[in-house]
T-cell receptor, first 115, second 110 residues
Framework: GAGVSQSPSNKVTEKGKDVELRCDPI?????LYWYRQSLGQGLEFLIY????????KSGLPSDRFSAERTGGSVSTLTIQRTQQEDSAVYLC?????????????FGPGTRLTVT | SQQGEEDPQALSIQEGENATMNCSYK?????LQWYRQNSGRGLVHLIL?????REKHSGRLRVTLDTSKKSSSLLITASRAADTASYFC??????????FGKGITLSVRP
């Protein structure tokens, strides 16, 4: 079956503009995660959705970042008033069910460049 | 903050040799996972070891976990050029979000 997909694959934007990044998780996966990977850095957790529960937003770096997940499926990560330090690869992952021992399936990522 | 810390940061070996990568972490975990990343894009899950397990095998991969030392190792036997990638350990704690290390860059010379 189809894996996790993300769009766009690359996004170049000017400082100060807003951007929206999209994630389509694997069908039926109730858990969805957003991570950020900066050049030479590990992956930084941003936000976690599990079913209808309130999302875990503890990783969002500032109030310019927000995310929503509509209908328990597609998720959108929005960055307002982008800054150059927002340049990174944004990765989405989904996981089946609520059992924490299940692996996460990652999408190919969106490479964001803020000029 | 980084939970897992891998070492070495970079490893270069000859095809056919074994590659050993280590990971240390700080807090208690439910499980520890290893992922591979090619070309700085999506990650591929390799293997998961639960906190009550000590060793696990999958093909050419062998992972060990020592919870008393809060450390894990990933062994790739008979390495191939196609194993060239970045490898990350990730710990899964009670809140079910993964915390990744900065990764190890493995180069396998043909």
């Amino acid at each position: 079956g189809a894996g996790v997909s993300q769009s766009p694959s690359n996004k170049v934007t000017e400082k100060g503009k807003d951007v929206e990044l999209r994630c389509d998780p694997i069908s039926g996966h109730t858990a969805l995660y957003w991570y950020r990977q900066s050049l030479g850095q590990g992956l930084e957790f941003l936000i976690y959705f599990q079913g209808n529960s309130a999302p875990d937003k503890s990783g969002l770096p500032s109030d310019r970042f927000s995310a929503e997940r509509t209908g328990g499926s597609v998720s959108t990560l929005t960055i307002q008033r982008t800054q150059q330090e927002d340049s990174a690869v944004y990765l989405c992952a989904s996981r089946s069910g609520t059992i924490v021992s299940y692996e996460q399936y990652f999408g190919p990522g969106t490479r964001l460049t803020v000029t | 903050s980084q939970q897992g810390e891998e070492d070495p940061q970079a490893l270069s070996i000859q095809e056919g040799e074994n590659a050993t990568m280590n990971c240390s972490y700080k807090t208690s975990i439910n499980n520890l996972q290893w992922y591979r990343q090619n070309s700085g894009r999506g990650l591929v899950h390799l293997i998961l070891i639960r906190s009550n397990e000590r060793e696990k095998h999958s093909g050419r991969l062998r992972v060990t976990l020592d919870t008393s030392k809060k450390s894990s190792s990933l062994l790739i036997t008979a390495s191939r050029a196609a194993d060239t990638a970045s490898y990350f350990c990730a710990t899964d704690s009670a809140n079910s979000k993964l915390t990744f290390g900065k990764g190890i860059t493995l180069s396998v010379r043909p």
